[in-house]
C-alpha cells in the first residue's frame, strides 16, 4: 500500500505530497492525543494490520472514510493550482470552458463585440439546489471540511515564515481530530429543517462572495481577449444569476413537506435575503466616507434622502443623523434602515414591516441605482462600477427571496385531489383519474372559462386535495402580499398527458391562483411538466404542442412577458435523468433526453415560444453527472437559449461550492458556456444530429438489452440480495423516504437509491449495461455505420460526451467485487444466472470501448486511472466489510434480534465507499 502512494505520487505529483502530509499530521493528532495504535495503522504511511477487510474495527471503517475525504481534498486543491498555473504561466485564455477561452473562440468564430455585449445580459443562469434522499454526510462534517480545504490552501502561499508555517500545521491538526471525532453518519434521520439550513448555508456564505469573483472574472477575461473594459462596464452586461430551492417545497412522495413547511420556507428564505443584502450595504456604507456635503451631491439624490427621511419618521432621522458631512453613507445609511427587519446584536433576526420599509427588490434598486450614478456624476467611478456594482448585482441575483422555491408534486397526486373537489362539489361522476383523455379535456376546457373555485375555503376535503390546496393557499399568501419572485414553478412530475398540466390551472382557482384579466382566465405561477421516463420523453412534443397552444397557457405566458419584462414568452420544460436511465440504460436514456430537447425546442420556435430547458441532474454519471462544459457542448441546438436551470443535489452541492474557488470554477463553467452554446446556435440553422439513424439503432439496441436484464424472472431477488439496497432503505440519510408509496418494485423505487446501491457493490450497470450488446451488434450488422461511428468519437460532442460518461464508469466497476457480492444471493441458479449477464456484458463493454477509443484509460486519463488505482485496495478492504455485514445483519434481523449496533456500523461502510467513489446517487 506504500507503494502504491509513492508510485502516484512520483507520477502525479503534489496533489498526492499534500496528502502525504495529511495524513502524517492526522497520525501526529492522534498520538498526541493518546490513539496511538490507530495512528500507527493509517494507510499509506503504515504497515497495515490484516489481510482481509473483514477483520476491520469500526474505527479501521471511518479512518478508511476520513482518508477518502483527505485524497478528494488534496486532489481538488490540486486542481484548482493547475488551472491557475496554466492561466499565469500559459495565457489567460488557455484553461478550456472558462470566460476567458469561450469569449476567444466565439471572436475566432466572428461574433462581434457587440453581439456578446447584447446577448450577456439577456442570459438567465439558475441552479436549483435540492436535498437528497441519499445524502452521506452530516452538515457539521462539512463544516469542518471547509475548514480544512482553506488551511491547505494557505499552504500554497509562500510568503509565509516558519513559524506561522508551523501553525497552520497546528490548526490543519486540530480540524482533522475534530473531524476524526465528529459522527460522521446520521443517528437520526436528518429533518427538513437541517436540509435547509445546509442549502441556505450556500445561499448566505458562499454565494453572495462568489458572484463579485466571477464578475471580476469576466472582466478580465473580456480585457484578456482584447474588448473594451469600459463598454462592459456601462452596458452593466453581466449574465443574470439567480437560484433556486427545492427543499420546502418538493412534496413528490415526500409527506413531511406540508404547508406550515412551505411557510416556513419562504420565510427563512426571504428573512435570508435581507441577511446577504444587510452584510453588503454595512460593508457599503464602510467604503463610502467620501466627505460630502448633502447640497454638493447630485439634486436627484438629495430629494431622495428628503423622501426616504420622510418615509421612514424618526428611523430615518436617525440614520441621516450618521455620518453627517458624507452623503453617500448617509444614503447608504437610508438604504439599510428600510430593511423589513428587525436586528438584535447586529444581526437580522426576524422578518418586520415598517413605516417606510421596502416591500419588493426592484424598490431598493432604484434606489442603488441613484446612488451608482450619483457616485459617477461625483467622478468616484472606480467605486461605481466595484462597491456599488457588487451590492446592485447582489440584490439582482438573491432578490428579497434568496432563491425561488419551486413546488413539485406527482400528476396521480393532482388526480386524486380533483376527484376529492369533485366530492366535496357533489359532482355525480368523480373519478378523473380513471377517465379518457379526451374526457378529461372535455371537463377541464369548461371548468377553465370560469374563475369559479368548487368549495369554500373551510369545505372538509379529502386528504390530496387538502394537501395540494393548503400549499397553493400558501403560495397564494406569499404572491399577494411579496410578489412572484419567491416562487419558481409548479412542477408536474410524471406528466404523461396534456390533461395533467391542465390540472394544474384547475386547482390554482380553487386556491386563488388564478386572475381575470382583459383577455381571460391567466395561473400566476408557470405550471411546468417533467418528462423523466422514455416514454414520456417521447411524447413530450406532442404534450408540448397541445400545451402551448391552449388558450390558457397562451394568456398566462403573456401574462408573465409582460410582467417580469421578458422580450420573448417563456415556457419551462424539465427533463429527467434518473428515471430515463433507470427504465433503459444510460444511450436509450440520452439518446432520448437528446432527441426530446431537440423537438420540444423546436415546438417552441414554431410556436414562438423560448423553451427553458430544466435539467434534472443527479451526481451520478447514470443521473445525468459529468463535466458541465461537455455537458453543454453536447446538447442539441437551441437546447439553451439564454436561459438554462439545473438541479445541483446533496453531496454534489458540497463537491462543486463547498469552497469558494471551486464554486466559482463551477458557476463560471456553466455561465461560459451556456453563453457559447446560445450564441453559436443562433448563428447557425437548426440541423439534428448527422448520426440520428445509428444513435436510435444503438438506443433500442441497448433498451431492449437492458430490459431483458431488468425484466428477467429473478432480477429484484438478485438485486436484492447482491447490494446493501435493503440497507440503504432503512438508513438515516436524508428526510424524503427511499420509495415513493412504499411498495416493494422496481418502478416505486427512487432512481437515487437504486443507483446508490448498484455503486456500492461496484456494478455501477446503471451506466453501462446494454453499451456492449447495442455496439457489437452495430459492428457485426452494420459495419459501414459503426465505421461512422467510430470516427465521430473523435469530434461530435454528444457522442464523446456519452463515451467518456460510460467510460469512466467502466473505470469504477470492479469484477472481482462484483462477483463478492453476487455470493450473497442465496440462490444459486438466481446467482449463476445474473452474475453470467452482467459479467459477459461487461467485458464486451470493455472491449468494444477500447475499441472505439483506441487506448487503455492509463494512457488516456492519467490522473483518473492514478487516483482510482490509489482507492483501490483500501476500497477491497471496505467492501469485504460490508459483504460479512450484510450477512449478518440480514441474518440477525431475520430471527428478530436487535440490529441497531450493527446498522451502524453498516452505514459507516456504506459512507466510506461514498466518500472513495466521491458520490452516493
Known amino acids: 500500500m506504500n507503494s502504491i502512494l509513492a508510485e502516484v505520487k512520483e507520477r502525479l505529483g503534489k496533489p498526492y505530497e499534500d496528502f502525504e502530509f495529511l495524513l502524517e499530521c492526522l497520525k501526529e493528532v492522534l498520538i498526541d492525543n493518546g490513539e496511538e495504535a490507530i495512528a500507527n495503522e493509517i494507510p499509506f504511511i503504515n504497515k497495515y494490520p490484516f489481510e482481509k477487510g473483514a477483520q476491520m474495527s469500526d474505527k479501521h471503517i471511518q479512518m478508511y472514510s476520513l482518508v477518502f475525504q483527505l485524497v478528494n481534498m488534496a486532489e481538488v486543491n490540486g486542481a484548482v493550482q493547475h488551472r491557475r498555473a496554466v492561466e499565469n504561466e500559459k495565457d489567460f485564455t488557455s484553461v478550456s470552458g472558462l470566460f476567458a477561452n469561450n469569449i476567444k473562440n466565439l471572436l475566432d468564430e466572428g461574433v462581434t463585440e457587440e453581439v456578446i455585449l447584447d446577448k450577456m445580459p439577456q442570459m438567465q443562469i439558475e441552479p436549483v439546489l435540492t436535498a437528497h434522499p441519499t445524502e452521506a454526510k452530516r452538515a457539521t462534517v462539512l463544516d469542518h471540511h471547509r475548514d480544512l480545504y482553506l488551511l491547505l490552501v494557505s499552504l500554497e502561499n509562500k510568503m509565509f515564515s516558519k513559524k506561522e508555517l508551523m501553525n497552520i500545521r497546528h490548526n ?25 439550513r445546509n442549502i441556505i448555508h450556500y445561499l ?131 438604504i439599510l434602515a428600510k430593511l423589513p427587519v428587525d436586528t438584535q446584536r447586529g444581526h437580522a433576526t426576524q422578518l418586520s414591516e415598517h413605516a417606510g420599509s421596502y416591500r419588493f427588490a426592484y424598490q431598493m434598486l432604484e434606489d442603488l441605482d441613484l446612488l451608482k450614478k450619483s457616485l459617477l456624476s461625483y467622478g468616484a467611478k472606480s467605486i461605481a462600477y466595484d462597491d456599488v456594482n457588487i451590492t446592485i448585482r447582489n440584490v439582482q441575483t438573491f432578490g428579497f427571496h434568496l432563491a425561488k422555491l419551486d413546488i413539485r408534486q406527482n400528476s396521480a397526486f393532482h388526480d386524486k385531489a380533483i376527484e376529492q373537489l369533485l366530492e366535496a362539489a357533489q359532482f355525480e361522476e368523480t373519478n378523473f383519474s380513471e377517465w379518457s383523455e379526451e374526457k378529461r379535456l372535455d371537463f377541464l376546457n369548461n371548468e377553465l372559462k370560469s374563475n369559479r373555485p368548487f368549495t369554500h375555503q373551510s369545505a372538509e376535503l379529502g386528504e390530496n386535495a387538502k394537501a395540494v390546496l393548503s400549499c397553493y393557499r400558501v403560495v397564494e399568501g406569499h404572491v399577494s402580499k411579496y410578489g412572484g419572485e419567491g416562487i419558481g414553478s409548479f412542477i408536474v412530475s410524471m406528466t404523461r398527458s396534456l390533461s395533467d398540466l391542465l390540472a394544474v390551472y384547475l386547482l390554482a382557482r380553487e386556491a386563488g391562483l388564478t386572475k381575470q384579466i382583459d383577455e381571460g382566465l391567466v395561473c400566476e405561477i408557470p405550471v411546468v411538466p417533467l418528462l423523466e421516463t422514455i416514454e414520456d420523453l417521447e411524447n413530450g412534443p406532442v404534450i408540448l404542442e397541445g400545451f402551448l397552444n391552449h388558450g390558457f397557457t397562451k394568456r398566462s405566458l403573456e401574462h408573465f412577458r409582460k410582467v417580469r419584462n421578458y422580450r420573448n414568452l417563456r415556457q419551462q420544460v424539465m427533463v429527467g435523468y434518473s428515471d430515463s436511465n433507470k427504465d433503459g440504460g444510460i444511450i436509450a436514456s440520452q439518446w432520448n433526453l437528446y432527441k426530446a430537447q431537440f423537438k420540444l425546442s423546436e415546438i417552441g420556435e414554431n410556436n414562438g415560444v423560448k423553451i427553458t430547458f430544466f435539467h434534472g441532474k443527479g451526481g451520478s454519471i447514470s443521473r445525468g453527472s459529468g463535466p458541465t462544459h461537455y455537458f453543454i457542448k453536447a446538447l442539441p441546438y437551441q437546447a439553451i437559449q439564454g436561459n438554462v436551470r439545473l438541479t445541483e443535489q446533496g453531496e454534489t452541492i458540497a463537491q462543486k461550492y463547498e469552497n469558494k474557488v471551486n464554486a466559482e470554477y463551477n458557476l463560471e463553467l456553466l455561465v461560459a458556456n451556456s453563453l457559447s452554446k446560445t450564441i453559436m446556435d443562433e448563428k447557425s440553422e437548426r440541423k439534428y444530429h448527422p448520426l440520428a439513424e445509428v444513435l436510435d439503432h444503438l438506443a433500442k439496441q441497448s433498451k431492449a438489452h437492458y430490459e431483458a436484464l431488468t425484466h428477467h424472472d429473478g432480477f429484484i431477488q438478485f438485486f436484492r440480495q447482491a447490494t446493501p439496497i435493503d440497507a440503504i432503505e432503512t438508513s438515516k440519510i436524508g428526510s424524503r423516504p427511499a420509495k415513493r408509496t412504499g411498495a416493494n418494485s422496481l418502478d416505486d423505487l427512487r432512481a437515487i437509491p437504486w443507483v446508490f446501491s448498484w455503486s456500492q457493490s461496484r456494478f455501477h450497470m446503471t451506466s453501462w449495461y446494454g453499451v456492449g450488446t447495442s455496439l457489437n451488434n452495430l459492428k457485426n450488422s452494420k459495419p459501414e455505420d459503426y465505421k461512422k461511428f467510430k470516427e465521430a468519437t473523435k469530434k461530435d460532442s454528444f457522442i464523446r460526451y456519452v463515451l467518456t460518461n460510460v467510460d469512466t464508469s467502466l473505470a469504477a466497476t470492479d469484477e472481482s467485487v462484483i462477483e463478492a457480492y453476487a455470493e450473497l444471493v442465496e440462490d444459486d441458479k438466481v446467482k449463476k444466472e445474473f452474475s453470467e449477464m452482467f459479467l459477459s456484458e461487461l467485458q464486451l463493454t470493455r472491449e468494444l470501448l477500447l475499441d472505439l477509443l483506441g487506448e487503455e484509460i492509463q494512457v488516456r486519463r492519467v490522473n483518473h486511472y492514478f487516483s482510482n488505482h490509489l482507492r483501490s485496495p483500501l476500497m477491497a478492504h471496505l467492501h469485504d466489510k460490508q459483504i460479512d455485514l450484510l450477512k449478518q445483519w440480514r441474518k440477525d434481523k431475520a430471527n428478530g434480534k436487535d440490529v441497531s449496533a450493527m446498522q451502524r456500523e453498516l452505514m459507516l461502510t456504506i459512507n466510506a465507499i461514498a466518500s472513495a467513489m466521491r458520490n452516493t446517487g
Open 172 to 196: 490543519i491538526k486540530l480540524t482533522l481530530y475534530r473531524l476524526w471525532k465528529t459522527g460522521e453518519i446520521y443517528m437520526e434521520k436528518p429533518d427538513l429543517s437541517s436540509e435547509l
Open 204 to 334: 448566505v456564505n458562499v454565494f453572495p462572495e462568489v458572484i463579485p469573483v466571477l464578475d471580476r472574472r469576466l472582466i478580465q477575461a473580456w480585457k484578456a481577449c482584447g474588448l473594451s473594459k469600459q463598454n462592459l462596464l456601462d452596458h452593466h452586461s453581466f449574465p443574470k444569476i439567480s437560484f433556486g430551492n427545492w427543499v420546502g417545497g418538493d412534496r413528490d412522495g415526500h409527506p413531511l413537506v406540508t404547508d406550515s413547511v412551505t411557510a416556513e420556507t419562504l420565510e427563512a428564505l426571504r428573512l435570508n435575503a435581507f441577511v446577504v443584502i444587510r452584510r453588503k450595504l454595512i460593508a457599503l456604507v464602510k467604503q463610502l466616507s467620501f466627505a460630502c456635503e448633502l447640497n454638493e451631491c447630485d439634486p436627484k439624490l438629495n430629494s431622495r434622502i428628503e423622501e426616504m427621511v420622510a418615509e421612514l419618521g424618526e428611523i430615518g432621522q436617525e440614520a441621516l443623523e450618521r455620518n453627517k458631512g458624507e452623503a453617500f453613507r448617509q444614503f447608504s445609511n437610508l
